[in-house]
């Protein structure tokens, strides 16, 4: 799966997808270190992406509406990594069963919405 992480995430985030052999790509990597969190979603959506992101109201906003695919960790930044990795495989499957996702991601577990409010 290809994954985009927002300027927020820890670069841990990007070393642990790529030891499950995932393909992992930095805002900064694809022209975008400045780019707002809508540039981001476009850009992960265009590119069958899922944008991972550690900032919560880019997350409580993707809960509410959902476009593409994202991945909101709730967890510190030098967790991030751990605890994604720890849901990983309960993530994976929400994201390939779905058009438009956000994944919540935390240490009590995982939540995931479709909505559009």
Known sequence: MLF??????????????????HTCLTASGVGLM???????TVWATEHDAALISTDKEFGR?????AIG?????????????EVLEAHLDEV????????DVTV???R???KSSSDWK
Do not use: C, F, S, Y
């Open 4 to 21: 985009l992480l927002d300027q927020d995430v820890d670069v841990a985030v990007a070393t642990m997808l790529r030891r499950h052999r």
């Open 34 to 40: 400045d780019g707002r969190d809508d540039d981001l």
């Open 61 to 65: 906003r993707r809960m509410k509406n």
């Open 69 to 81: 695919h994202h991945v909101w960790v709730r967890a510190l930044d030098w967790e991030a990594a």
């Open 92 to 99: 994976l499957p929400l994201l390939a069963g779905r058009v």
């Open 104 to 106: 919540r991601v935390g």
């Open 108 to 110: 009590e577990g995982i």
